[in-house]
């Protein structure tokens, strides 16, 4: 599996947000009046990556002549499941997810597979999921897995060094995330000092824990974070205690994030933080586009991995935003 980065990194997660019912919008976009109508459920859509997945989804959407219905799921798995059973309501031609619970939408799946509706999981599996879209950091299985890899550069960096774990709501893809680095770190023969769940996602509560972390485990060499949300506020506490944070290179306590979010670049751009991988979630959402083309020409494929691509000193000055990066449904950035 190729990854186009430096070698170090980290995970990806989510963040808490509005209506415990979930709210919905679409896009028309340049729809013609024979076009497609696709839904997205989205775990949490006030996440900065959920929302440039969503740009993704609609840009991909437009360029075809086809609708968008995104409707927010607030980490509710009892919504998310109210919400597509709202598009399968609509009619909509083809239903895009990431999944919160698989188990609790088996039924409602179900019932898309007996309305033949395609179904494109994002980071998400079951058995009438058509096609998944992955984000290479959410997989585990290859030697070279984004996660991986981060463990044996913290090993490199830090050699037997201690490191603390900050993973986040209960959602499957974190928890996933979380035990992947954690195995490969012990592997590595890095001390892990403690797993701790940032559940209330945001950054102020990642830096208080980090507080009460910091004056239990005042030698750790490295944070381990699985969003940038929670590494921000890691390396503010860090920072308040009196620690330099390293580029990797450099002394100081090594910090890592993902999900690419514009604060997080910024904070390695002024060094406050030492990296974040960026899943891409931008093409994350033109893959989907693809991935309905192909299911609806009855050549859907398993799998289509978007290749993640890590910030950090090294090659921050190349930095392009998302929406700027190019991409379009023939020119998506898959992992062959």
């Known amino acids: 599996m190729k990854i186009r980065m430096p070698l170090l ?57 086809w ?19 709202t598009m399968l309501q609509k009619k909509v031609d083809a239903i895009s997810i990431w999944t919160l619970d698989a188990g609790a939408m088996q039924g409602t799946f179900a019932q898309a597979a007996s309305a ?16 998944t879209v992955w984000w290479q950091l959410n997989l585990c299985k290859a ?17 037997g060094g201690k490191v603390i774990v900050m993973g986040g709501p209960p959602v499957p893809s974190i928890q996933a995330n979380v035990k992947c680095f954690t195995e490969a770190a012990k ?13 209330k996602d945001g950054s102020s509560s990642a830096s208080a824990l980090t507080s009460d972390l910091l004056s239990k485990y005042d030698d750790v060499d490295a944070f381990w974070a699985y969003n940038d949300a929670s590494a921000l506020g890691i390396s503010a506490a860090v920072t308040q205690a009196g620690k330099k944070i ?30 974040t991988w960026d899943p891409q979630a931008n093409a994350t959402g033109l893959a989907v586009i693809k991935a309905v083309q192909d299911a609806k020409a009855g050549k859907a494929e398993k799998e289509l991995i978007v290749e993640s691509v890590f910030w950090s000193a090294e090659n921050i000055d190349t930095y392009k935003k998302p929406g700027s990066r190019g991409y379009t449904l023939d020119t ?4 062959k």
């Open 9 to 65: 990194g980290v995970v990806a997660g989510v963040a808490l947000v509005a209506s415990a019912c979930g709210s919905s919008s679409s896009d028309a976009g340049g729809a013609s009046s024979d076009s497609l109508t696709i839904g997205y459920s989205s775990p949490v859509e006030s996440q900065p990556s959920q929302q440039e997945l969503i740009a993704g989804l609609k840009s991909g959407a437009k360029s075809l002549g």
């Open 67 to 85: 609708k968008t219905d995104v409707i927010d799921a607030n980490l509710s798995p009892d919504a998310q499941v109210s919400n597509v059973q």
């Open 116 to 131: 033949k509706t395609p179904l494109i999981g994002v980071n998400s599996e079951g058995d009438q999921i058509d096609t």
């Open 143 to 159: 030697d070279d897995a984004p996660f991986k890899v981060a463990a044996q550069q913290f090993a490199t960096w830090r050699p």
């Open 187 to 199: 592997a590595a023969g890095l001390t892990v000092l403690s797993e701790t769940d940032n559940v």
């Open 246 to 275: 390293s580029d990797g290179t450099s002394d100081g306590v090594i910090v890592t994030g993902a999900n690419g979010d514009t604060d997080a670049i910024e904070a390695v751009k002024q060094g406050r933080l030492t990296g």
């Open 332 to 335: 998506i950035p898959l992992v």
